[in-house]
């Protein structure tokens, strides 16, 4: 069972140091929905890749889902693009 955890408010520089912790990886596979998410900046790349690191240390298969178009565009720009689990892009 994939259990679905939505985020929600803005994942930048100001905000991630407190997110980083924010995710307990417990389970088979965990999708983040970002459709919630307002704001991102380059620092949302970096917090998700650590919570990528984090979900494949605890066995959890991580998906990426509603993800914005700003936060797709820094993936790929930074060449990350396919190492972070992106599932169904935000309509």
Known sequence: MTARLALTGELTLATAAQRLGELAFAGDALTLDLAGVTRVDSAAVALLLAWQR????????????????ALLQLAKLYAVDALLPFGEARP
Not at 54 to 69: D, E, S, V
């Open 54 to 69: 984090q979900a494949h240390a605890a066995g959890t298969r991580l998906t990426i889902a509603g993800a914005p178009a």
